[in-house]
């Protein structure tokens, strides 16, 4: 399981050598740190680097200086990007500012991989259906449940978007995309009952990392 982990530390006072080394220790998929740290572990660390990046972990604020952290993120060693969206906006029915936002971060993400937090405890149903088919619509490469802050992900949600990520993937079938589920994920049992609802929406194939990522901390303890 933890091949399919974004093993994540997202604390700013938190200790990276610690968390470096353990992560050395066992195969996930990637390390999710803040910008801030990418830098030093890109020195210490061989494997793949994710980065939250983009005002984690809000979704509102400057564009450009949004933008100016996902590029100094990627400069600094990341090849993957965690952007939280404009959730605020979007219950606001501002359509164009979020489809902005995702246009712009796609941009300057490059051809490194993007992953959208929809931030589903903020939402309903609706709104998340809605959050994710703009993310998808406009480059997303994972949609990602949420950031842990403001609510844990949920089994409801996770079937909502494993269920509409599969209408996506065979509508698109040269274009398929991911999904991430984080937000709370912290026991074995937890994650497999999470891997039960993607692979009933989903199949197989799906739990792969190049689809499918748990974001945790807690799993490995």
């Not at 403001?150 to 269920?163: D, H």
Request: glycine letters at 10%.
């Amino acid at each position: 399981m933890l091949e399919l982990c974004d093993f994540t530390m997202l604390d700013a006072n938190g200790d990276l050598q610690a968390f470096l080394d353990d992560a050395a220790e066992h195969p996930f998929a990637t390390i999710c740190i803040l910008p801030q740290h990418v830098a030093e572990a890109k020195k210490r660390y061989h494997g793949s680097i994710a980065c939250a990046a983009g005002g984690f972990p809000n979704g509102d604020g400057s564009l450009p200086e949004r933008l100016e952290e996902i590029q100094t993120a990627i400069s600094d060693g990341a090849e993957e990007i965690d952007v939280v969206l404009d959730f605020e906006a979007l219950m606001n029915d501002d359509r164009n500012k979020v489809v902005r936002d995702i246009v712009a971060i796609r941009a300057a993400c490059g051809d490194k991989v993007l992953k959208i937090i929809l931030e589903t405890p903020e939402m309903d149903l609706a709104y998340i259906e809605f959050g994710a088919k703009l993310a998808l619509e406009f480059g997303a490469d994972f949609i990602k449940t949420c950031t842990g802050r403001r609510g844990p992900c949920t089994p409801l949600v996770a079937r909502v978007l494993a269920e509409l990520l599969a209408i996506w993937n065979t509508e698109h079938p040269a274009d398929a995309r991911g999904l991430k589920l984080s937000g709370g994920i912290r026991e074995p049992g937890q994650a497999e009952g999470y891997l039960d609802i993607v692979r009933t929406a989903l199949g197989d194939g799906f739990v792969h990392p190049a689809t499918f990522r748990f974001g945790t901390s807690a799993l490995l303890q």
